[in-house]
């Protein structure tokens, strides 16, 4: 059965810092993983998806790197900003079938 | 006008009442699906639908039901609410293909 781990639970950081959020996973037989944004209630955006085939993903000041060999994922977040602060969650698709499985977050606040 | 819908977006409940929670969206994506999110445990797959005539259960299945209405109308449906099915509900939706997929914003659902 997948598993998904995200390390820190919870990250507090001065505007301006670059970070990095790790995703580990136990089964390396992923056909993408996508990396999400939560807002306290509210729903989930999408911000990076990573094929089984690709080695990193590029949006903005945002960076996902993937090493599906060692089970591993990291979100580098150039340049951090207070309007970063949400949770972040990582999921990996183990199939066709689109079915994710999901790591438990990692909370992130960024201070002035 | 937000691709994935979710109605209602909170609800309170009373044990024992039948509740529907609805989806519908406008990306024209075949597949959706309905999660749980639970303080601590994360997202968790309670039913999912690759067209109109294929429903498949999820991890957590027990004590929900789903209908497909239309390609664009995913339905919840909890036939005797319990307090331990307090939760966030999400609706997603995915193409075939990349996999990615998109959320709605959720459902607060509270069973008194």
Request: hydrophobic residues 30%.
């Amino acid at each position: 059965k997948q598993e998904v781990t995200q390390i820190p639970a919870a990250l507090s950081v001065p505007e301006g810092e670059n970070l990095v959020l790790n995703c580990s996973f136990t089964d390396s037989a992923i056909y993408n993983l996508q990396w999400f944004r939560q807002d306290p209630g509210k729903g989930l955006t999408s911000l990076l998806l990573i094929q089984s085939s690709q080695r990193e993903q590029t949006s903005g000041r945002l960076n996902a790197s993937l090493d599906k060999s060692s089970g591993r994922s990291t979100l580098y977040i150039a340049a951090s900003q207070p309007g970063d602060s949400a949770t972040y969650l990582c999921a990996v698709n183990t199939g066709t079938a689109s079915k994710l499985t999901f790591g438990t977050g990692t909370r992130l606040q960024v201070t002035l | 006008d937000a691709d994935v819908t979710q109605t209602p977006r909170n609800r309170i409940t009373k044990t024992g009442k039948r509740i529907m929670l609805e989806c519908s969206q406008t990306k024209g994506h075949d597949r959706m699906y309905w999660y749980r999110q639970d303080p601590g445990l994360g997202l968790r797959l309670i039913y999912y639908s690759f067209d109109v005539k294929d429903i498949n259960k999820g991890e957590i299945s027990d004590g929900y039901s789903v209908s497909r209405q239309a390609q664009a109308k995913f339905s919840l449906s909890l036939e005797s609410a319990i307090p331990n099915q307090t939760a966030l509900y999400f609706c997603a939706t995915s193409e075939i293909g990349l996999g990615e997929q998109f959320f709605g914003p959720g459902t607060r659902l509270t069973v008194l």
